[in-house]
């Protein structure tokens, strides 16, 4: 089975342009990060954890707040659903807070309908509909995925997660205590079976239907709720100097922004998943990130290096002296300007890729060392304004860069897509 596309699905060329105002840097392009919530990053940092253990996994996140990690990306048999949610009005939770029904929530019946329709009702209708009916818990809410996926051989796996602890009963005296991680079974026999009875009450469950609280686990997620990219840049790091994850990821910001768009990108918006078909359409799995990693690294190619494969390309073919050498010589010069978005050398690049793509590349002309030359003198002949500050070497720097698209020139390549030649057959 496989993943479901969208036409509005970001290719990883958009991503990446995201970036296309630095150079290799990876301290810039803060403005991509912006975009992503707490659930996301949460998402990107179960993604990290899924890919560290080497097996098949899918990871999704669900309407609102809740992710899914499934055991497969082809044939899950288990899964984990996680409800990721902040404090905002206090220092932990308690028990009785996670139970109540807050105002305006739907019932399961009313829930069922919007899985079924894929299309929430409005509030104000559904409250007129359903007036005086019980709502769900944040608790309760999440235990309806094991009713969901009753099914299953293992049933669903359910976290709690949030920034802040809870304060609840523990141990035989049943004090209440701040803890960062309890399961809801090890709670004294009370507290149980408060919630069962919550639960059985909020969710309309049948008498002769047992509650089962194995695997539901209230836990402080170590996501932070401010920047959290860089937790996540620092975790992926770890996981590679670990060995963990190979082949060791050169650009981790890049990296972890590319899982972040394909997660944000791919979320329910507007329903639940009813089984695990609808989960997989909206997941990202193993081959992906894998793909994503390799596509970071790609990125961060140094700009210097790839000049310098074009010289050598140069050469291998024999190509005057000169040449190479006015290229060496300005080299370094060329790939500092380049980083400079306010330089002029924008409008002759411009003018230089513009030429590339009406020649078709210039492969009219042969090898590599002939191709230059050509396009050079294609380029002189335009007169550009400002084109007389730039040695013959430092254009043919600029056309190494638009040869092996550099991570400075991509933005060009992207913006031309649509109006570059097709070949000669």
Not at 239 to 259: D, G, Y
Not at 291 to 298: H, I, P, T, V
């Amino acid at each position: 089975m496989t993943n479901a596309s969208s036409d509005k699905e970001p290719s990883l060329q958009d991503v990446l342009s995201l970036f296309k105002d630095y150079s290799d840097d990876e301290s810039g392009g803060q403005h991509a990060v912006r975009g992503f919530s707490f659930q996301v990053w949460q998402a990107v940092l179960e993604t990290l954890k899924a890919h560290a253990t080497g097996l098949d996994y899918a990871v999704v996140l669900e309407w609102q707040q809740d992710i899914a990690v499934l055991d497969s990306a082809t044939q899950p048999k288990r899964v984990t659903f996680i409800q990721l949610k902040k404090n905002e009005s206090s220092h932990h939770w308690t028990l009785n807070g996670l139970l109540t029904t807050p105002a305006g929530s739907p019932t399961e019946q009313e829930q069922a309908a919007i899985d079924e329709t894929a299309a929430p009702r409005k509030p104000k209708r559904r409250m007129n509909l359903r007036r005086g009916k019980l709502t769900q818990s944040t608790l309760a809410k999440l235990y309806l995925h094991r009713r969901r996926f009753s099914s299953l051989a293992s049933p669903p796996e359910l976290v709690f997660a949030s920034n802040a602890p809870f304060f609840v009963e523990v141990g035989e005296d049943d004090q209440e205590e701040t803890v960062t991680e309890i399961k809801l079974s090890d709670l004294p026999t009370s507290a149980v079976a408060k919630v069962e009875a919550a639960f059985r009450k909020q969710l309309d469950v049948p008498d002769d239907e047992a509650i089962a609280l194995d695997g539901f686990l209230l836990k402080v997620t170590n996501c932070p709720t401010e920047e959290a990219h860089k937790f996540a840049i620092g975790e992926l790091v770890e996981l590679c100097l670990q060995r963990r994850i190979e082949p060791h990821v050169n650009a981790p910001f890049i990296a972890i922004c590319l899982i972040a768009s394909y997660v944000q990108q791919r979320a329910g918006k507007r329903a639940y998943a009813k089984d695990f078909k609808t989960l997989l359409e909206r997941a990202i799995t193993r081959t992906e990130v894998t793909r994503y990693f390799a596509a970071a690294n790609d990125s961060h190619v140094q700009t210097q290096d790839l000049i310098a494969q074009v010289i050598a390309r140069l050469n291998a073919e024999a190509a005057e002296y000169e040449l190479v050498q006015e290229m060496e010589t300005e080299v370094n010069t060329a790939c500092a300007e380049v980083t400079n978005r306010a330089s002029v050398v924008w409008l002759t690049a411009d003018a230089l890729f513009g030429l590339y793509v009406k020649n078709n590349q210039y492969k009219g002309k042969g090898h590599l060392k002939d191709r230059l030359p050509a396009w050079l003198e294609d380029f002189r002949a335009m007169k550009l304004q400002d084109s007389q500050l730039y040695s013959n070497g430092f254009l043919y720097c600029l056309m190494a860069m638009t040869l092996k698209n550099a991570q400075p020139f991509r933005h060009l390549s992207t913006a031309a897509t649509g109006s570059q030649p097709k070949a000669a057959s």
